[in-house]
């Protein structure tokens, strides 16, 4: 698992991690008592997510600590739309994870409350050695690091290295633009 991390990606990688966790726990009760493995077979998580602005803290009478808004709303809605045993993301999340994760396109879907269907993907994985595809703004457009490849390349060794070792890294960058 090589990732970069942000709130972002943090979201799906926890998703991978809750499937991984579900599957281990079956296999673990069903192998403990297999009396069990009837009744934990069929159990899948699914798992929606969107990215954006909600608003969270205690609301209602119950004073109840929850988040509401229209980003809840999609995610849940993504959610449902979701396979059991799978993750799906909007294209708000996407992208801010495309590069780290393998996802593979769905068809759109229609949800309550939204005039336009609404782009979701699968995530399928972790890329392995994965690092951020950065943009201006403008999706699709990659704008290549030109003369610093030998700083590319000290900078991915970090990164290996950290990974390998697990251990943290401070890398300080200071050149002209």
Do not use: C
């Not at 808004?69 to 801010?96: C, K, Q, W």
């Amino acid at each position: 698992e090589i990732y970069t991390l942000s709130l972002h990606d943090a979201l799906p990688i926890s998703a991978l991690r809750i499937h991984s966790a579900v599957e281990a726990w079956k296999q673990e009760l069903s192998s403990a008592d297999p009396a069990w493995k009837a009744h934990v077979d069929g159990l899948r998580l699914r798992i929606g997510i969107n990215t954006g602005p909600a608003l969270v803290g205690a609301v209602g009478t119950t004073l109840e600590y929850t988040a509401i808004g229209d980003t809840v709303n999609l995610a849940s809605r993504v959610e449902g739309a979701a396979a059991p045993g799978s993750t799906l993301i909007s294209h708000d999340t996407y992208r801010h994870v495309r590069g780290i994760f393998e996802v593979s396109a769905l068809e759109p879907i229609s949800v309550k409350g939204k005039s336009e269907p609404v782009q979701v993907y699968a995530v399928n994985g972790l890329k392995p050695h994965s690092f951020r595809m950065t943009t201006r703004g403008i999706e699709g457009i990659r704008t290549r690091t030109i003369g610093r490849d030998a700083e590319l390349a000290r900078l991915e060794s970090i990164f290996n290295d950290m990974y390998t070792h697990r251990q943290t890294q401070l890398v300080n960058i200071v050149a002209e633009a």
